[in-house]
């Protein structure tokens, strides 16, 4: 095995083959055509990479920026690691020569924003990762040409605002990780066309609103996380448009108000068949003040009870005033009646006298 992972021999004759540099300090391995140039505190991309290199690991070193002479000529690259760097800027261009690239890992470094044409060059990319950097924004520009993406991470960053169909160029996404950023709603374009999405993870936000139509177009959808946010309300018919053959949903982590309201609106999902609530068990009300603290399943039997009962009470108190009502008027006719019956009549009475 350990033949297999051979350092070259770095060669600087005038003659050599470019394909057989190695930049110093880093470990180039020919059997596997791997380039190891982790932890080295580098600030640039080092120069004269070997054309073949299928795998680059610049991992834990010093990066800024990335730029569009970083990975030139690098036509066989499949796999780019980057994380744990210092990357604040990724210029126009720097991805043009990686037509071949599949994996892609820019995690934990300083990124506030994926510049126009991020993608341009990245259309065989399967996974992105970006998670932990300091993402604010995202627009349909920035991930058009993304077409084979298959895995897509933007968790722990800054996200509150997403273009209407950021995503719709995505149509191989499979899983999509948006959790724990600063997004405070879900709208009807957000995730237009993603007919093969199968995981959507949008815990640890500030959602408190969804709208109707958000989830239609997953048909593939398996797992649908929005537990860790702001919902106090659900509407039925947002859940009802998932048709799936099975969806898990978590819920759990949200200050929910409970009232009958949502005791029927979880209800209906649960009735749902191919809808299920992975973690009901674990609700706890956040209000009304009397409820609050209380797991959602020791009152939701309760919940509608006050409601029946006030419901009750009206509709007998509406059909005792209308029964009322028509004895009343019943009784004042027979009077009129009566009366009519008993009154003279003046004329004939006056010729018999």
């Excluded at 970006?130 to 993406?149: D, G, I, K, Q, W």
Aim: hydrophobic share 40%; net charge negative; glycine share 4%.
């Amino acid at each position: 095995m350990a033949a297999l992972f051979t350092p070259l021999v770095l060669i600087f004759a005038t003659n050599a083959n470019p394909s057989q540099f190695c930049p110093a300090s880093c470990l180039c391995y020919d059997s596997s055509n791997l380039v190891e140039c982790r932890g080295l505190e580098l600030p640039i991309v080092p120069h004269h990479l070997p054309h073949s290199t299928w795998m680059l690991d610049l991992r834990h070193n010093n990066l800024s920026r990335l730029e569009p002479a970083s990975f030139q000529a690098l036509w066989s690259l499949r796999i780019l690691l980057l994380s744990d760097n210092q990357i604040e800027i990724v210029l126009a261009r720097s991805f043009r020569s990686l037509g071949f690239l599949e994996r892609l890992d820019l995690s934990n470094n300083y990124l506030t924003s994926l510049p126009n044409d991020f993608s341009r060059g990245l259309g065989s990319l399967r996974e992105l990762r970006v998670p932990s950097n300091r993402l604010t924004a995202l627009s349909y520009e920035s991930l058009r040409h993304m077409e084979s993406l298959e895995k897509l991470d933007l968790s722990r960053n800054y996200l509150s605002s997403i273009e209407q169909g950021a995503f719709r160029g995505l149509s191989r996404l499979r899983h999509l990780h948006l959790q724990s950023n600063l997004l405070d709603s879900v709208r009807g374009g957000y995730f237009f066309m993603l007919q093969n999405l199968e995981l959507l993870d949008l815990s640890d936000n500030n959602v408190s609103s969804i709208a109707v139509e958000s989830f239609t177009s997953l048909h593939s959808l398996r797992l649908l996380s929005l537990s860790d946010n702001q919902l106090s309300h659900l509407k039925f018919k947002t859940f009802l448009n998932l048709q799936t053959p099975s969806t898990h949903i978590q819920v759990s982590g949200n200050p929910w108000i409970c009232d009958c309201d949502l005791q029927r609106v979880f209800g209906k999902i649960t009735s749902v068949r191919h809808l299920h609530i992975d973690d009901y068990d674990n609700l706890t009300c956040a209000g009304p003040p009397q409820l609050s603290g209380a797991a959602l399943i020791s009152v939701d039997n309760q919940l509608c009870v006050a409601e029946t009962a006030t419901v009750l009470v009206i509709t007998i108190t509406v059909l005792v005033t209308v029964i009322a009502a028509i004895v009343m008027a019943e009784r004042n006719r027979k009077k009129n009646q009566e009366k009519n019956w008993n009154e003279p009549d003046g004329p004939f009475e006056t010729q018999d006298k």
